[in-house]
């Protein structure tokens, strides 16, 4: 006779090099979000306008990471993360083009 559930799935294989891997990923691929803030902020700067830039857009993404960092702060039990720092330098990117978008209108 069977001794397992009907429905249940085989062992997971260790989760280790998985979760080692996705946090280089993670990493990685917020590392180059960060720096891919700064051609558009040259763009605004080098146009001397920022008329094909949305504010909306800018200040709903501000908004965003930023509330994800303090989620993510507060989640983590009040405690700096990668994560809380990552949205916190995703957030402070956003807010220099959002003030460069108001400077060059």
């Given at each position: 006779?069977?001794?397992s559930p009907p429905h249940s799935?085989?062992?997971?294989?260790?989760?280790?090099?998985?979760?080692?891997?996705?946090?280089?990923?993670?990493?990685?691929?917020?590392?180059?979000?960060?720096?891919?803030?700064?051609?558009?902020?040259?763009?605004?700067?080098?146009?001397?306008?920022?008329?094909?830039?949305?504010?909306?857009?800018?200040?709903?993404?501000?908004?965003?990471?930023?509330?994800?960092?303090?989620?993510?702060?507060?989640?983590?039990?009040?405690?700096?993360?990668?994560?809380?720092?990552?949205?916190?330098?995703?957030?402070?990117?956003?807010?220099?083009?959002?003030?460069?978008?108001?400077?060059?209108?």
């Amino acid at each position: 006779m069977n001794a397992s559930p009907p429905h249940s799935r085989p062992a997971a294989p260790p989760r280790r090099p998985y979760l080692t891997l996705l946090g280089w990923a993670f990493a990685l691929f917020s590392s180059a979000r960060i720096l891919g803030y700064l051609p558009t902020l040259w763009a605004i700067h080098l146009q001397g306008g920022s008329s094909q830039h949305s504010l909306f857009t800018w200040i709903t993404w501000l908004g965003a990471n930023a509330t994800m960092a303090a989620w993510l702060f507060e989640e983590n039990g009040q405690r700096l993360s990668k994560p809380v720092v990552v949205n916190g330098c995703n957030a402070a990117m956003c807010l220099l083009v959002t003030l460069a978008i108001l400077v060059y209108r």
